[in-house]
C-alpha cells in the first residue's frame, strides 16, 4: 500500500513566523506532488503543486521536493491568521493513475 | 462559472436505504472521484472515473456504487451495505488521462444516519 505521512498536528506558530509542514511518501515512483488548504467545515482548495526536484514558489508559499529522501515540504512565510487550516499532501500513485492523501496537518497561526 | 456542483449538501440516511448523492462538472473535465472523510482523517478513495462509461474502485469501495453515463456526472450510490455511511463525501475532477492532474473539488456533502 502506497502511503503518505503527515505529522497530524496540531502545529502552532506566531502569527509573522515562518510555518513549516512536512510530508513524507513511501513510493519512489511517485513524480509529483499536491498541498491542499482546508478550512473547518470546508472542502480542500489547491494552494501549489510541485513535479520537480527543488523549491517552488508561489507568493506566501515555497514547496520544496526531495526526491532521494522520498520528502516533501510547503512553507508558509509571513503567517496569518486566515492560514489557519488542515493542510493535506497528497503524492501521485503513477500505476493507478490516482491521488493518495496524508492524513492532513492542522496549523494554527497564533495572533 | 465553471465549477463542480455537489448536492444536497446534508442528507440523512435511514436503515436499510439506499441513497444517491449527486455531482455535476462544467469544467469539461475527464476525470472524476469520489472521497470519504471522517471527522480529523485525510481522504480516502472511494470510486474514480477517467472517461465516460468506465470507473475503477479505490481504497474504500464497498457498500458504494457510482455510474459515469455523461462527462460532466459521476452520481455515488451509498447501499444499505455500507454499515458506517456517517462521513463528508467529496466529488473532485480533473483534466486529462495522461498523469494525475490537479483536483477541484465541490463543496461536500455530510451524510448522517437518522
Known amino acids: 500500500q502506497k502511503e503518505v505521512e503527515q505529522n497530524s498536528g496540531p502545529l502552532s506558530v506566531p502569527e509573522g513566523a515562518i510555518a513549516s509542514l512536512n510530508c513524507t511518501y513511501s513510493d519512489r515512483g511517485s513524480q509529483s506532488f499536491f498541498w491542499y488548504r482546508q478550512y473547518s467545515g470546508k472542502s480542500p482548495e489547491l494552494i501549489m503543486f510541485?513535479?520537480?526536484?527543488g523549491d517552488k514558489e508561489d507568493g506566501r508559499f515555497t514547496a520544496q521536493l526531495n526526491k532521494a529522501s522520498q520528502y516533501v515540504s510547503l512553507l508558509i512565510r509571513d503567517s496569518q491568521p486566515s492560514d489557519s487550516a488542515t493542510y493535506l499532501c497528497?503524492?501521485?500513485?503513477?500505476?493507478?493513475?490516482?491521488?493518495?492523501f496524508g492524513q492532513g496537518t492542522r496549523l494554527t497561526i497564533n495572533p | 462559472d465553471g465549477g463542480i456542483t455537489q448536492s444536497p449538501k446534508y442528507l440523512f440516511r435511514k436503515e436499510g436505504q439506499n441513497v444517491t448523492l449527486s455531482c455535476e462538472q462544467n469544467l469539461n473535465h475527464d476525470a472524476m472521484y469520489w472521497y470519504r472523510q471522517d471527522p480529523g482523517q485525510g481522504l480516502r478513495l472511494i470510486y474514480y472515473s477517467q472517461i465516460v462509461n468506465d470507473f475503477q474502485k479505490g481504497d474504500i469501495a464497498e457498500g458504494y456504487s457510482v455510474s459515469r453515463e455523461k462527462k460532466e456526472s459521476f452520481p455515488l450510490t451509498v447501499t444499505s451495505a455500507q454499515k458506517n455511511p456517517t462521513a463528508f463525501y467529496l466529488c473532485?475532477?480533473?483534466?486529462?488521462?495522461?498523469?494525475?492532474?490537479?483536483?477541484?473539488f465541490g463543496d461536500g456533502t455530510r451524510l448522517s444516519i437518522l
Open positions: 473532485a475532477s480533473s483534466f486529462g488521462t495522461q498523469g494525475v492532474q490537479p483536483q477541484h
Open positions: 510541485i513535479y520537480s526536484n
Open positions: 497528497a503524492g501521485v500513485d503513477q500505476g493507478a493513475q490516482k491521488l493518495v
